[in-house]
């Protein structure tokens, strides 16, 4: 059975940093595009950013750009989203992500981790 774990969600004051980890099981993924999407209480799932299998190639959405890092760990088959300079507005639920192309492509969720930013 496939599963994808996060883990590291809490909270934070604004202009703090969390790093959440996602750890994949029940299959390889090394042939998969790993990411992150999150939904705001209201709001509509949105794309965060996403690594390629091979980790050289990463993309992010405006709104994050400059502030968070997605990586992998082959090795661990656990993808990593490092938020820097958080703001209120980042607050969300926060879900990893694996497809053949993300963010188009998603074949497996996480069960998600709440990310909640105070002003």
């Known amino acids: 059975q496939v599963q994808l774990v996060e883990s590291g969600g809490g909270l934070v004051q604004a202009g703090g940093s969390l790093r959440l980890s996602c750890a994949a099981s029940?299959?390889?993924?090394?042939?998969?595009?790993m990411g992150w999407f999150r939904q705001a209480p209201g709001k509509e799932r949105e794309f965060v950013g996403r690594?390629?299998?091979?980790?050289?190639?990463?993309y992010y959405s405006d709104s994050v750009k400059g502030r968070f890092t997605v990586s992998r760990d082959l090795a661990k088959n656990t993808v990593y989203l490092q938020m820097n300079s958080l703001k209120p507005e980042d607050t969300a639920v926060y879900y990893c992500?694996?497809?053949?192309?993300?963010?188009?492509?998603?074949?497996?969720w996480g069960q998600g981790t709440q990310v909640t930013v105070s002003s």
């Open positions: 029940g299959r390889t993924f090394s042939s998969y595009t």
């Open positions: 992500a694996a497809g053949p192309s993300l963010p188009t492509q998603v074949g497996y």
């Open positions: 690594v390629t299998w091979s980790g050289s190639t990463t």
